[in-house]
């Protein structure tokens, strides 16, 4: 009988040992952002406020759509998103309505600031934790996004898994437009109006350009750059791109073919006109690769097949 009881006793000390060992598990960690900002990882997340499509694409891609309370206007078209979710304001975001959801977890993005100010400041205030995810300005950066955000939601397995997807196919790709050798020259345009809009160097699609076997025609520029007419016109791209689906009311790349002066230019006299899905060219997530691939084989179709 002591024997038995002796045993017990021992079976009964090693479980408590193993529960409370696994409740230690659990506790608040102290973390830095994507911007390098400390905060508090909560024990546990289950209610997060996501502030940025890219963030919500790849919440929801992490398998984390139900634990979103809110999100941003700009995510209600993100797939897997519940439509019915409140929406805040992109940059001046209601502080009370909010708080008093208790996320576990707010994920801000760099576009949520203006200057120096942080829209969040209040919510802080409250005992919320904010992490901020700037835009990245190239896959690498994509790839940490993503590692980071499965860390502070206990999914990184997942999270491991999308980014290895993500390098296979972009490595792929990459096979083909190393061995390229007759580069032709793009320009890829993101903006039309009383301005145009493209980019340079230090972005993630200008460095989707390289990886096809593509040369920007404005590569030797910096981020995000409002060029004239008069540049695009001299440096007579072979291919034209656009991630915008309309202009001035007809479809943007007719608006292109048919715009005064440009006539001469290579890509419109070849019909070398060609739409990128626009949020997945403009939303640093998983989905550049779906943009990649359509860059791919519109500058290059009998390469990419």
Not at 39 to 66: C, H, M, Q, R
Not at 216 to 238: G, L, Q, T, Y
């Amino acid at each position: 009988m002591k024997r038995r009881n002796k045993i017990l006793l021992v079976a009964f000390t090693m479980l408590f040992a193993i529960m409370l060992l696994a409740g230690c598990g659990k506790t608040e960690k102290v973390m830095k952002d994507r911007e390098g900002t400390e905060f508090t990882l909560p024990k546990e997340v289950n209610t997060i406020v996501s502030t940025a499509p890219s963030n919500t694409e790849v919440l929801v891609e992490l398998g984390l759509a139900d634990k979103l309370v809110a999100i941003d206007k700009y995510s209600a078209d993100v797939e897997g998103v519940n439509k019915d979710l409140p929406k805040i304001d992109f940059r001046n975001p209601d502080a009370e309505t909010i708080i008093a959801l208790k996320p576990d977890l707010i994920i801000a993005s760099g576009h949520n600031k203006s200057g120096e100010n942080d829209p969040f400041a209040l919510i802080k205030e409250a005992g919320i934790p904010v992490v901020y995810i700037p835009s990245s300005y190239s896959i690498d950066g994509i790839y940490g996004d993503i590692d980071f955000m499965a860390e502070i939601t206990g999914t990184e397995k997942k999270g491991k898994e999308i980014v290895e997807n993500m390098k296979k196919e972009v490595d792929s790709i990459k096979a083909i437009g190393d061995k390229i050798t007759d580069k032709k020259k793009v320009y890829f345009e993101i903006g039309s109006g009383s301005k145009l809009s493209s980019f340079g160097k230090d972005t993630f699609l200008n460095e989707m350009i390289e990886i096809i076997g593509a040369e920007n025609i404005f590569a030797n520029e910096k981020s995000w750059i409002s060029p004239s007419p008069e540049s695009i016109v001299a440096a007579n791209p072979d291919v034209i791109l656009t991630n915008m689906p309309v202009v001035n009311g007809i479809k943007a790349t007719e608006d292109i073919k048919n715009r005064e002066g440009w006539e001469n230019i290579t890509a419109i006299k070849e019909g070398a006109v060609y739409g990128i899905d626009k949020n997945a060219s403009a939303r640093p997530s998983q989905n550049v690769v779906k943009a990649l691939k359509e860059m791919a084989k519109a500058v290059y179709p009998n390469e990419y097949k």
